[in-house]
C-alpha cells in the first residue's frame, strides 16, 4: 500500500513539475504588445530629431531605414508574458494612462541632449482610442467630442527595461501644440542605438 501511494505521488509529482514547465516555456514565448496610438500600417513618413538636427524618411526617401524605424518601435513595444510579469508590466501601474496638458511642437522638436523624438506623420486621421475605449475631448462642442489626429511625437530612450514613455497627439485642429498623451510601457534601447548610428543630416 505504501509503495502505490509512493508511486500515485510521484506520478503526480511528475505532472506538475511538467506542467510548469509547459506553462513557463508558453510564457516565454508568447508575446504581449503594449502598443497604443500608432498604427504601423498607417505611417507614411518618420521625422527624428536630435538635439540640433533632424531626418525626414519614407517609402520614397529612405525606405531601409524607414521599415527599420517602424520594426524597431514596434519590437519595443513587446515583450514576452514572463518578462512583462517579472518587470510589473501587468500591475495597475503599467497600464496606458491618457494625460492632458500642452506642450508646444517646437518643444518636441528640440529634445533633451542625449535623448530622440520621433515625429510619426500618418496617411489618414485617426481617431484616438486607448485601452480599446474611445478618448473624448470634453472641452469640444458638439456630440462627437472624439479625438482626431494624423501626426504624433514620441520620445525615444535608451531604456533597455518596459519603462512608461509618452506619445504627444496632434490633432487635427491644433497643429502647433499637443493636448492630448498618451503614456505606456515601452523598451526601446535597440532604437535608440540604431538610431544613434544614422547619419545627421542623411
Wanted: hydrophobic share 35%.
Amino acid at each position: 500500500m505504501k509503495n502505490t501511494l509512493t508511486k500515485v505521488l510521484t506520478i503526480v509529482a511528475i505532472v506538475l513539475v511538467g506542467l510548469i514547465a509547459v506553462s513557463a516555456i508558453t510564457l516565454a514565448l508568447v508575446k504581449s504588445n503594449f502598443n497604443q496610438v500608432i498604427d504601423m500600417s498607417k505611417v507614411e513618413g518618420i521625422t527624428v530629431y536630435t538635439d540640433s538636427k533632424d531626418n525626414y524618411y519614407s517609402e520614397d526617401t529612405n525606405k531601409e531605414v524607414f521599415e527599420q524605424l517602424k520594426k524597431l518601435y514596434n519590437k519595443g513595444t513587446e515583450e514576452s508574458v514572463i518578462s512583462a510579469l517579472f518587470q510589473g508590466a501587468y500591475s495597475k501601474r503599467a497600464k496606458a494612462e491618457v494625460i492632458t496638458s500642452t506642450v508646444s511642437v517646437d518643444t518636441l522638436k528640440n529634445p533633451a541632449s542625449g535623448t530622440y523624438v520621433l515625429k510619426f506623420s500618418l496617411k489618414d486621421t485617426q481617431q484616438l482610442k486607448v485601452n480599446g475605449e474611445v478618448v473624448e475631448d470634453s472641452s469640444k462642442y458638439g456630440s462627437d467630442k472624439s479625438i482626431y489626429y494624423n501626426t504624433v511625437y514620441v520620445n525615444i530612450e535608451d531604456n533597455t527595461a518596459l519603462t512608461k514613455i509618452r506619445c504627444y497627439i496632434i490633432s487635427e485642429t491644433s497643429i502647433n501644440y499637443s493636448y492630448t498623451q498618451v503614456d505606456f510601457v515601452a523598451h526601446h534601447s535597440e532604437l535608440f542605438d540604431y538610431i544613434s548610428d544614422l547619419d545627421f543630416p542623411g
